[in-house]
């Protein structure tokens, strides 16, 4: 891959979707390269939370994807790189979270304090019984 003012990087694609792709770069001499790997797999979902900015109006924006730790969701543009934005999924308290990411209208949300195991866990049945868990 060419980097402007970078030059020449080794990556692999990984993975690609509708024009996307998410790339490991490196190479196997290259000393301080690690590969991240996810802690927790996410759920494909297709649900409706209530967003925020601290003591702002809530909206309702479409999560398409969820895990423990974070969130991925409809950009509609209004947010800036690690602004707070507090969302509420139906049926448990407001998260507080970081806006990580921002890419072709999507965003990636990462919980400030992630999501209990047990939580979750209720979370995904319910999102499974109301029929907004995707199959992956």
Not at 75 to 92: A, C, K, N, Q
Request: with cysteine.
């Amino acid at each position: 891959m060419s980097v402007l003012n970078r030059g020449m990087l080794k990556a692999e694609v990984r993975w690609s979707d509708q024009g996307r792709a998410g790339l490991l770069f490196g190479d196997e001499g290259a000393a301080g390269v690690l590969q991240k790997t996810r802690r927790f797999e996410r759920l494909l979902v297709n649900a409706d939370v209530h967003m925020r900015r601290p003591n702002g109006t809530a909206y309702r924006v479409r999560v398409y994807d969820v895990s423990p730790e974070g969130c991925g969701v409809d950009d509609l543009d209004r947010y800036r790189l690690d602004e707070s934005v507090w969302i509420r999924f139906e049926g448990l308290e407001p998260l507080e979270t970081k806006l990580r990411w921002r890419s072709n209208f999507r965003a990636g949300l990462r919980f400030v304090r992630p999501i209990h195991p047990a939580v979750f866990e209720l979370l995904a049945r319910r999102l499974k019984l109301e029929g907004k868990l995707q199959a992956e």
